[in-house]
């Protein structure tokens, strides 16, 4: 037996998993930003270790100007979220408003990814999507957190009505942006 044949396992598995990563990052949204932190609050006391704690972020729409979300992620302490290596867990909420006059920077498809995160090592990720529902003229976020082999079980959904803006006029209706 040749002797590179025994490495053929260990080089298709370092393909594949270099193949996930260029596939994960291709699918980024075009302009990602990290989310701001705004303030983390501990729910589980731990002993010598860090606390399980929720930790709530706000984000801007990178699509659509005017727009913030806020979404709070529990965040495993203990000593395997010390290590960073925790599985968190899928509970995640959202709100997203108005926080100004709203102005499409360009054309989006139902379901793009605002924003994107793992929450575990490899196989778990949260994402937050973006729709129109073009009958009500309402932007609709979608947050869920998917599992490879499970699916996505757990998710949140908020409505962002388009509405004018002090003295601006018209509110734009956001099916005229949707591909």
């Avoid at 706000?58 to 659509?64: H, L, M, N």
């Avoid at 925790?86 to 054309?107: L, M, N, T």
């Avoid at 609709?140 to 998710?155: A, C, F, H, R, T």
Wanted: aromatic fraction near 8%; hydrophobic fraction near 40%.
């Amino acid at each position: 037996m040749p002797r590179f044949a025994s490495r053929l396992p260990i080089l298709g598995a370092a393909m594949l998993g270099a193949l996930a990563l260029v596939a994960g990052l291709a699918s980024a949204p075009a302009h990602a930003q990290e989310p701001d932190l705004i303030f983390r609050k501990s729910t589980v006391w731990k002993f010598l270790t860090p606390d399980d704690k929720l930790a709530t972020y706000g984000i801007d729409d990178p699509v659509v100007e005017g727009v913030a979300c806020h979404y709070t992620v529990p965040e495993k302490g203990g000593v395997k979220g010390m290590l960073g290596v925790a599985e968190e867990v899928s509970d995640i909420s959202i709100a997203c408003r108005q926080i100004g006059p709203i102005a499409f920077k360009g054309k989006f498809e139902q379901g793009d990814v605002v924003y994107r995160e793992s929450r575990s090592l490899i196989f778990k990720k949260m994402q937050i999507v973006r729709g129109c529902d073009a009958k009500r003229n309402v932007l609709v976020y979608l947050v869920y957190s998917d599992k490879l082999i499970d699916g996505s079980p757990k998710n949140s959904t908020s409505t962002v009505p388009i509405m004018p803006w002090g003295a601006s006029g018209e509110a734009p209706r956001c099916a005229d942006f949707v591909k």
